[in-house]
């Protein structure tokens, strides 16, 4: 464990762990991730959300077996595009998916799933009425979530932030007696990792990600 780890590293090595080791994670361990997602912002400070922690072994499985089915049709159809589009799925990506393939198999073996749910009846939805796909919602839990996986990073801890479950998300909601006015926002499964875990990153910068003054003018540093 290692607390003091330096922010930017946290956040430049945050990457999705998906082979972990079925040891348990001690208890303050766990209690300083989620304390992490506690000290997230959130819209008018209403803590629209809750994480729920699963450790059950029966209620694990009945989350595997939701995702497992997603996840392969996900991938065969991602995998298609990729061979439609460049007559080939490139290595890099292959391994992707090999990572994708373990974790659907093996997510009901790592020590704690996190499920973080949220209820858009608490939150200020300023983009519901606008012509377009909500975002805002959103923005009430994914620091949440943001922060538990970077207290991950700093605590040694594998983790993944995984949506494919919400394809079947009234089974999941029953599953683990979530009430109907609440919807689910992602499912962590966290645990230590069986290779070396979080470590470089593949992004584009701020020369591609970033504009100046105005949408279209690229940035230039300095
Ligand atoms: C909104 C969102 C949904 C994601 N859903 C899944 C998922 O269902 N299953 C999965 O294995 N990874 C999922 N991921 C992880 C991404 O695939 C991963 O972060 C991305 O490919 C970059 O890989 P890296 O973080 O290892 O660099 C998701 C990530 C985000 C941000």
Redesign the pocket.
Known sequence: MSESIDLFEAMSTL??V?RLRPDPIPDDVLERVLQAACWAPTGGNTQPWKVIVITDPDTKAGLQAVYQPE?ESYSAASKKRYAAKTGEVPATTLR?FDA?DY?AEHLHEAPAILMFCANPEMMAITDAGLDRVSLIGGASVYPAVQNAMLACVAEGLGC?????HCFREPEVKALLGVPDSWATAAMIPIGYPVGGGHGP??RKGPGIMAASETFDQPWVNG
């Open positions: 990457r999705a998906r996840w992707i994708g974790l993944t932030l995984t949506t494919l990153i593949t």
